[in-house]
């Protein structure tokens, strides 16, 4: 009887941490995503805003929407208006990130950019003859972000940093 008792006991326990496994996954995505190891040029949160709630406070001085149908996946878009001159924007999505600038007077600007691969890689350029002064800027302001949401991010309860390493190198190639 005693048995029995610690066997359904065992696999009462063992299928509760099975369950609590990808919920901590899911909902600590970005604390992971910011502190696993990347090499230069990519950008691990860039993929997790497609699906993942990003809260504002985690990137001070841009705004974070759902830019996703109301039924449809969470696509969280970032937006920071007035970084060099008044009217420049960049924009940062699960795709891309643009910078854009508006000269005063001005209808239409440059749009200057870096395209992603689905890990967060930057994979190539929007317009081949990009300034080095937007490519600075383009860069600097996504690491930024990164530093700010890995400095903003809480951590987990119980770190499973090796885990989301092992799913994020199979689920993003």
Excluded: C
């Excluded at 696999?11 to 899911?26: K, T």
């Excluded at 860039?46 to 001070?60: D, F």
């Excluded at 841009?62 to 960049?90: F, H, M, V």
């Excluded at 699960?94 to 508006?102: G, I, P, Q, R, T």
């Amino acid at each position: 009887m005693k048995k029995v008792i610690i066997i359904i006991t065992s696999v009462v326990v063992g299928l509760f941490i099975l369950i609590r496994i990808p919920l901590n996954l899911r909902s600590n995505a970005y604390y992971y995503a910011t502190h696993m190891p990347h090499n230069s040029k990519q950008y691990p949160f860039i993929p997790v805003l497609l699906g993942h709630w990003l809260p504002a406070s985690y990137v001070s001085g841009y705004k974070a929407e759902n830019t996703g149908s109301t039924r449809g996946p969470i696509k969280i878009d970032l937006t920071k208006r007035n970084i060099q001159r008044t009217g420049d924007l960049i924009e940062v999505d699960e795709n891309s990130a643009v910078y854009s600038l508006k000269p005063s007077g001005q209808i239409t600007g440059d749009n200057y950019g870096l395209y992603f691969s689905n890990n967060g890689k930057v994979q190539n350029e929007i317009k081949q003859n990009m300034p080095n002064y937007s490519r600075k800027l383009i860069y600097d302001e996504l690491d930024y972000v990164q530093n700010e949401i890995k400095q903003n991010t809480p951590k987990p309860k119980v770190n499973l940093q090796w885990i989301w390493n092992i799913w994020f190198k199979i689920h993003y190639r």
